[in-house]
């Protein structure tokens, strides 16, 4: 079956700009969760959406932001970018509420460049 | 405040020998451990795990051990190849904590020939 799909791959924008991310989870899994990677700083959650609900959010200010779809799809938001936001921004689906299997799925990532 | 750390950023150990890697956490309510292993521009991918209640899981050449009083585990490969070598990161969830994961800074291993 198909895995967890990021759009796009690789995204260069500039300060102050706005940038959409996409993650398409695996069929049937409805739990979607982001984190941004950066050097230095591990995994750090961003948020969780499951049935198109925010269940979970991370520390991280209002400019980022997250939507589930009605067929699982998500998408994040983070609006005036700044140069910190570089990072590789990964989702992760799950099919039930709790992640703490083996179905807890990541994608490739989103690699964000703010220049 | 980084509530799951990993203290070595980098290990290295020949081909054939154990590969030690360990993480410490400070919240005592953390109730699921995960190991993760991750190749460059691919995403984590899940290895093994270990309940609370537990001390020890196996699968394959991969150990997980978790010394709760400690508030410490770690994983043991056995024997190491060159094909392990990636960045590995530590991960804690908790209980009722929906799929949200608390990871380590991770460690580089390298399996050298």
């Known amino acids: 079956k198909a895995g967890v799909t990021q759009t796009p791959r690789y995204l260069i924008k500039t300060r102050g700009q706005q940038v959409t991310l996409s993650c398409s989870p695996i069929?049937?899994?409805?739990?979607v969760s982001w984190y941004q990677q950066t050097p230095g700083q591990g995994l750090q959650f961003l948020f969780e959406?499951?049935?198109?609900?925010?269940?979970n959010k991370g520390n991280f200010p209002g400019r980022f932001s997250g939507r589930q779809f009605s067929n699982s799809r998500s998408e994040m938001n983070v609006s005036t970018l700044e140069l910190g936001d570089s990072a590789l921004y990964l989702c992760?689906?799950?099919?039930?509420?709790?992640?703490?299997?083996?179905?807890?799925?990541f994608g490739s990532g989103t690699r964000l460049t703010v220049v | 405040d980084q509530q799951v750390k990993q203290n070595s950023p980098s290990l290295s150990v020949q081909e054939g020998r154990i590969s030690i890697l360990n993480c410490d956490y400070t919240?005592?309510?953390?109730?699921?451990f995960l190991w993760y292993k991750k190749y460059p521009a691919e995403g984590p991918t899940f290895l093994i795990s270990i309940s609370s209640i537990k001390d020890k899981n196996e699968d394959g050449r991969f150990t997980v051990f978790l010394n709760k009083s400690a508030k410490h585990l770690s994983l043991h490969i056995v024997p190491s190849q060159p094909g392990d070598s990636a960045v590995y990161f530590c991960?804690?969830?908790?209980w009722g904590g929906g799929n949200k994961l608390t990871f380590g800074t991770g460690t580089q291993l390298k399996v050298e020939l």
């Open positions: 992760a689906s799950s099919v039930s509420g709790t992640g703490t299997s083996r179905g807890y799925t």
């Open positions: 959406y499951f049935s198109e609900t925010q269940r």
């Open positions: 991960a804690a969830s908790l």
């Open positions: 069929s049937g899994h409805r739990s």
């Open positions: 919240n005592s309510m953390f109730d699921y």
